[in-house]
């Protein structure tokens, strides 16, 4: 397994971590966790070390309705940064 998808849920806010390497064959597993999230929706990439062109997009998507990303290095900051969603 290349990439770890952890789920905890609060009272009014849901954390989903990312650990690893996000491809596309993870992409469905992030999005089906981040579907049933309750409250406010955050995105802790502290442990994402890659991110390919598809994990990059659903990042940038997951964000773009919402979900605040946060805990990203340089490194991710600037890989989200260049991504184009689409």
Request: charged content about 20%.
């Amino acid at each position: 397994m290349s990439c770890l998808i952890r789920k905890t849920t609060g009272a009014s806010t849901t954390l989903v971590q990312i650990h690893g390497r996000l491809t596309t064959e993870e992409v469905a597993d992030l999005e089906s966790a981040c579907l049933s999230a309750e409250g406010t929706l955050f995105l802790d990439v502290m442990n994402l070390q890659f991110a390919d062109k598809e994990g990059l997009n659903a990042i940038k998507r997951l964000a773009s309705e919402g979900a605040q990303v946060v805990g990203a290095s340089p490194y991710i900051r600037l890989l989200l940064d260049l991504a184009l969603v689409g």
